[in-house]
DNA sequence: GTGAAAGCGCTAACAG
DNA sequence: CTGTTAGCGCTTTCAC
């Protein structure tokens, strides 16, 4: 069944049937009617490929990230999924892995499937070299490119960003309010890992704190891998150091930190104080509840579509959208 | 840059041309060469439309689930993408949300981009009422559909399903072993949910307990809010009713039925045992560790995307494969 | 308001 | 081994 059948049903030519089908308003309605008579009878569908041929387009985006599973991607690719749907679009969902090859290759074949736009979520796409960026600036002489939490400058590339460094800045001297021995974890070397980090070090500054590489400390493992954060904690006291409070770059960490205080018989806030940072669901998976940093995801994924759906239809649209995260205190903070 | 450009360049007709793309073997080394050469140079790629429109295929699997910001689905996602991308497939992602109306439009709308095959994640796609099916019995006619974790029959779809029913009982049974007043906590009516609720009442059976509804107990609510678990467990106990082991649909319930216990100072496990569903990241993110049963998704996933790729090669596959889930001891339990 | 016809870029059957 | 050609099903321009 294609158009060339409804049309000799209908009794009319494929242009017509065409024009129905496009709400082109240059058809009587009696054509009209009797074609879409015809349409619902047969069942008629208009061929996707035929029509993407034609159009030079299927109105899909190219979604990707690195692992899926991951709670913050996941919600990302839910809002962005949702928002872009109701507008019409498909996503074609890539998830690459952290090696900068499988990202490129992906990239590669989003362009190769010709779609409208690309969504990279989350910070890992883009490098301190510029020369590890050349893929998404070549992607976006093509196509718009939005970045979801990692901030670049480039044509056509659109980033919407949490203010990392205030954020983190401001749980920080939190935390420093009274006390100087405070543990930054973080487990990305991301483009926001790294904004995280300077928000620590602001926040030392500003608090009169030194700056020790000993309480800045990187933990190499799965982010699932709850009891191993709590390894790396009890090696790090181990080595001598000691902390009132720790800084964590994202909740799963923070869950390590509380599992190293359990395990220790450590009183949570009073020995030891914690804060994440997204604010996801495990910040209720604790008792105390976990105080984290809210980044307002789901609002930054509608107006990453917004943005992109504006500048698909030719609009000027803001290089890069800024938005503050919030902390919310519960009872791993005093 | 199309076909016609390429040919003209490399001295050679498109039908030439075509077989070096598509790795026809009926070229010579020579023009293969020189054809490949004018491909570099001008960095052409195919068309993927115009390809699709002649093979009546993009290679595309519609991947569609509830809401993929869910963990379980989440994971189900990213092994279900991976296992695909690696055998040349693209997933189109589509979140249906609950709603009846919604899925059916979505695999409408799949069934328009001419996806190769359906994957349904998550057991809420298949209902009780074989009338609330009839929209995967459709699609089936059209396109193989494969769901995960939810059990129907009917030619063209295929099922990859725990034992549900067998694996509860277990996890029952477990709890049951010197106990009788153990609690079973579920969230969803689903058709998996279903089955799980099976397994409880024949734990019950087998360890001569009496089955009562006020001890099989639904959680209406948002599955991150584990909060209102607790406050669910909170009313139950106010209602009267006692329990010194709580059995739980998923991982989240069980967070919440910890929580319920720091709360009254029950002491885990020897005041109460809690055993949860899923084995997700969850089960370390309290201590005492979580006792849950390991459904293998990923195992699950591989072998989904595996029979899928066989029965679009043609291939007769078993209908149904069921997998059998592994109570996982830890802390939680005795 | 409607129809004829020219693409869109590729694959594959057929002929040589 | 290579070239010619007929589709694949739709949109859109240009006549009428």
Redesign the pocket.
Known sequence: M???DVSDRA??????V??V??GN????D??REKVLRVIEECGYT??AF??G???NTMNTIGVMCADSSYPYQAKAIYYIEQNLRANGYDCILCCTGDELERKKECMELLLTKKVDGIILVGSSFVYDKKSENKYIVDAAKQIPVMILNADMDAPNVYCIITDDVKSMEEAGMFLMKNKEDILYLYNAHSNSGKRKIQGFKNACKKSGVGITEERIRYFDGYHENIPAVAQLLETIVNEGVRFSGILCSDDALAMGALRFAWEHNLKVPEDLQVIGYGDSMLVNCCNPGLTSVDTKEEVMCQQLVDTLLQILQGKEMPQKLVFKGKLVLRGTTR
Do not use: M
């Open positions: 294609n158009i060339y009794g009319v030519s494929i242009a017509t065409s024009r089908l496009n308003h240059k058809v009587s009696k054509t208009p061929n035929a029509r041929l034609g159009l």
